[in-house]
């Protein structure tokens, strides 16, 4: 291992990186960092996964959440704690306020899963209220801002805090333990920022050399345009699919410290997320939840760069909803171009559905039909998915209902259409 360099004025100190591990060492999971098989034989590198996905609240926000509630003072504590988040800090909130016997409120916008609510509950016990508010994470951090301000409570930040970061930090603190050689490059996803500003502080000082690339999720990009805007971009519209990273706004104290540690930034479609997450599953055995998969998603982008590299990815959240796999698994067909939708206007006339049927290739399936019938009207419109075995059949079933005389509208680049129907 390197010895420790000077690092930038933003940057959270060694010092409080390890001052977190020594509060944490005792109810977190040193979580394995090994070498996975498959990707390194896809990308021709030696890819690590760090397995934070197999804490005890199966995300790696439990380190920031405990170092930050340990370390507050008598009175703090005696007053309770209150946060915002769309799960994963919640989770480790929770725990934290049940193992210390402290009281907790956490705010969580509405949509937060289900699963993840209900874990909030098993950890936190009576320990702990859960208000429900808004669409987005943003909703319900003002939300529980404005209550924390007016009843004087401790506002334990998911990531724009420094010993929340330094919480975070340890996780790498443990890579570096448990890397026989230096890595040549780390992945980390991102959404406020408070998972890589921890990590990549402590790289940045003890290992210099490793390049470390921020990825996030297309849909929720803050980051990104940050950077290229060279100040803090809040978005006005996020897609809030990858809920664990899915911010409007990067936080302040976090985008000074990337600024400093982030080499390389890019973005991933969420539809790849959903691809990348099935695969894990059916490869791996592995269960993520989309701000877990981000990173490994985004090795596509960079396999000509990593070749032949020492590659680290944090594996940072598997909390997925069982009842988010019809979403998951559409929306990475539809990735991968193997999804479409159609509208097909039928002749009102006996056989004309048949005719439709004898244009399909032999491994085409008909997996949504929707058929209006309206009277007095030459044709009637029909809303039809068709999911192909292979995304380049697109262009031969094209071809056959066109040469056919079907009279149809592909709708997949049809945002309006296809957002109103689909």
Known sequence: MAQPTSIGTSLIPLSEIIKAQQRVKDVITETPFQMNANLSKRYQCEILLKREDMQVVRSFKIRGAYNKIKGLSATQTHNGVICASAGNHAQGVAFACAKLKIKGKIYMPNPTPAQKINKVKLFGQEWIEIVLVGDTYDDAHAAALSASQSLEITFVHPFDDPEVIAGQGTIAVEMLKQSPQPLDYLLVAVGGGGLISGVGSYFKAVSPSTQIIAVEASGAAALSQSLTSQSRVKLEQIDTFADGIAVKQIGNLTYNICKEVVDHNITVDEGHICSTILQLYNDEAIVVEPAGA?????????????????????????????????????????????????????????????????????????????????????????????????????????????????????????????????
Not at 299 to 317: A, F, N, P, T, Y
Not at 319 to 346: M, P, S
Not at 355 to 364: A, E, I, Q
Not at 386 to 396: F, H, M, R, T, V
């Open 294 to 422: 981000v990173s490994i998603a985004g090795l596509d982008q960079l396999q000509e760069s990593i070749k032949g590299k020492r590659v680290g990815i944090i594996v940072c959240g598997g909390n997925n909803d069982v009842n988010r796999t019809q979403e998951i698994t559409e929306r990475a067909l539809l990735y991968e171009g193997k999804k479409h939708y159609f509208i097909i206007r039928f002749p009102q006339r006996s056989g004309a559905l048949k005719d439709f049927l004898n244009v399909l290739g032999p491994d085409d399936d008909i997996s949504h039909f929707q058929y209006t019938k309206k009277n007095n009207r030459e044709s009637g419109p029909a809303l039809v998915g068709i999911e192909l075995s292979q995304a380049n059949d697109l262009s031969g079933l094209l071809d056959r209902m066109t040469n056919s005389g079907i009279n149809y509208e592909h709708i997949n680049n049809n945002p309006m259409l296809f957002e109103m129907l689909v």
